[in-house]
């Protein structure tokens, strides 16, 4: 992937979540979907919380003109041609941002909420992206995981989907963390040739870099757990499909 392909990615995605936010902003503020204060919480006044809309909106927008420019300008390693993974990753996303919209609106217990996280991630294992190997912890070389395989990438989508949930406590923080880890990720995926994860990697900082215009402090918008959860899952399947596990675990572990 080039500079200037990474570039456009990010700035479909960055415009379209730049746009979309007031639109949904004013929305939430129509129909009465608003985050009150109280409690932990550090605002003083309703504030809409849902902002995770205009970022999936900008996500997905980056990966259509992503797709679209796959056919018609010749790049290649697109998203439209990543076979069962790339599949299983964008519908682990939709599903994933369908369950937060369904709790920034009516509140879902967590049991709930944890179901949908995990037929999420279910889906990206069922797809065939999975962590097969671990370094050996006592030597070199790799360790198969077997049938282990599963649990172990079913817990490790999951607590980075929640992550960077429990990270969003203060204007702007769970976005910036998000451009940060993204943008290392994307720099690792263009070296190591993994294209697919470069273009969500790009997709993810220019939705997150559109969306901090509203959310810094004092914020008018807040991502709520639609957004949050998409950031999360998303950051952790960049990880699998760019073989940047560790990376991705020092990444989001530091700042949590």
């Not at 479909?12 to 932990?40: C, E, H, Q, Y």
């Not at 599903?95 to 999420?120: E, H, M, R, W």
């Not at 870099?209 to 998409?230: E, K, T, V, W």
Request: charge should be neutral; proline fraction near 4%; glycine fraction near 12%.
């Amino acid at each position: 992937m080039s500079l200037q392909q990474a570039l456009f990615i990010i700035f479909v995605a960055g415009a379209v979540t730049l746009v979309v936010t007031p639109i949904v902003r004013n929305l939430s503020l129509r129909f009465g979907i608003m985050d009150k204060p109280g409690g932990r919480k550090v605002h003083v006044r309703e504030i809409s919380c849902l902002g995770g809309i205009a970022i999936f909106a900008g996500v997905a927008a980056a990966v259509v003109a992503e797709c679209v420019a796959g056919i018609y300008l010749g790049w290649a390693g697109t998203l439209c041609t990543g076979g069962p993974p790339v599949i299983g990753v964008l519908a682990g996303i939709c599903v994933v941002f369908i369950t937060g919209i369904v709790d920034d609106i009516v509140t879902l217990s967590p049991g709930y909420k944890l179901l949908g996280q995990v037929l999420a991630a279910a889906l990206v294992i069922a797809f065939g992206l999975r962590i097969d190997f671990v370094g050996n912890p006592v030597g070199s070389g790799l360790v198969s995981l077997g049938l282990l395989s599963i649990p172990v990438t079913l817990i490790y989508i999951v607590g980075f989907t929640n992550i960077i949930n429990l990270v969003d406590g203060l204007d702007g923080l769970a976005a910036g963390v998000t451009v940060i880890a993204a943008t290392t990720f994307l720099v690792l995926a263009v070296q190591g040739n993994r294209l697919e994860a470069a273009a969500l990697a790009a997709a993810l900082i220019g939705a997150c870099l559109g969306f901090l215009r509203y959310n810094f402090n004092p914020a008018s918008i807040f991502m709520g757990d639609s957004g949050a959860m998409l950031l999360g899952f998303t950051l952790a399947a960049i990880s699998l499909l760019g073989v940047m596990k560790s990376v991705a675990a020092i990444a989001l572990a530091v700042p949590l």
